[in-house]
């Protein structure tokens, strides 16, 4: 005769291995049954987490990670119930199958490390990672040297995450899917501390947005979407919000905002931050209307500029422009 240790169940066949109830193995009992035990059956898994934002630079290793699966430990004598087996592959059915359903709690991150974009307003044979500047003009915050950047060298002839290209005088990109957002950082001296920046965005198909698009500032320039701040927006509902990165994950910093400064459909709008290291503070703009300020907590010394699109909407951008002393 043996018996169930788990659920104490006996069987008279001695052939049978494993419990019918749970999948306990078997074990061989005595003349008499022992007495119940009290069984501590360490669990060897961590409890499944939702998956998490990634990311994966091209320039890096070219193609992007899947989260880690959890493993589960089967190990006699304790073997796991097989019940664990079927959670596991309906939970994954069920995340297959209800993708839009799950999307609106989590987003996939992706971006592309510029280290090598050549930006020039007016240089035939640029350096790369350079800018040439402007004539300096007028400004409202008193930085008056404009550095402008030449978009149609941000684009990508191939990408895993996105979709970019330059036409009519705008870079138009697009991220790989509807609950991703696909973000290209400049190269290390396109510094938007102690600077001001600005931008002309445009959703092309007038298509409500979920996660938003716009402009990056304070980037990490070896490691895009680690330490950084985002300003976007959703121009089908006039509303705006902030957001800046962690390793894996995106933090809302203010959500999402009505603001009637923001021209609706597929109308431009100007997005623009000006950082004040002084007081620790960045005012942000849209079309020359203060919206917010925030205090910079987050950003990398001596960070980037770079572009956000999200919720796979073509997002053109164009006017590309640094302002510094």
């Not at 790369?128 to 402008?148: A, I, Q, W, Y």
């Not at 509807?178 to 396109?190: M, W």
């Not at 102690?194 to 716009?214: C, E, L, M, W």
Request: net charge negative.
């Amino acid at each position: 005769m043996k018996i169930c240790p788990k659920c104490q169940k006996t069987y008279q066949d001695d052939n049978l291995n494993f419990c019918l109830e749970d999948g306990t193995v078997l074990q061989q009992m005595a003349s008499a049954p022992p007495p119940t035990v009290a069984m501590n059956v360490p669990v060897t898994q961590q409890p499944q987490q939702p998956p998490q934002q990634f990311q994966q630079a091209d320039s890096q290793q070219g193609s992007w990670q899947q989260p880690q699966q959890q493993a589960y430990s089967m190990q006699p004598p304790k073997k796991s119930s097989k019940a664990w087996v079927w959670i596991v592959l309906i939970l994954g059915v069920v995340v297959l199958g209800c993708g839009g359903l799950l999307g609106g709690l989590f987003y996939l991150g992706y971006q592309e490390q510029q280290n090598q974009l050549a930006n020039t307003s007016t240089s035939p044979t640029p350096m790369p990672g350079k800018v040439t500047p402007t004539p300096k003009v007028n400004s409202p915050s008193g930085r008056s040297s404009v550095d402008s950047l030449d978009l149609s060298l941000w684009v990508r002839p191939t990408s895993l995450y996105g979709t970019t290209k330059y036409e009519g005088g705008e870079l138009i990109v697009s991220s790989i899917g509807s609950n991703s957002y696909y973000v290209i950082t400049g190269a290390d001296d396109l510094k938007s501390t102690n600077a001001d920046v600005d931008i002309t965005v445009r959703n092309v198909d007038s298509k409500p947005a979920r996660i938003g698009y716009g402009l990056v500032f304070h980037s990490d320039p070896d490691k895009p979407l680690t330490q950084d701040y985002v300003l976007l927006i959703d121009s089908m509902k006039q509303r705006y919000r902030v957001a800046h990165h962690i390793p894996g994950d995106e933090k809302d910093v203010i959500k999402w905002t009505k603001n009637t400064a923001i021209n609706s459909g597929s109308a431009e709008n100007k997005l623009e931050m000006r950082d004040h290291p002084d007081t620790g503070k960045i005012d942000l703009y849209i079309n020359g209307q203060l919206v917010d300020s925030i205090k910079n907590e987050f950003g990398f010394p001596g960070g980037v500029v770079g572009i956000y699109a999200g919720d796979a909407i073509p997002i053109a951008f164009k006017n590309f422009e640094i302002r510094t002393d």
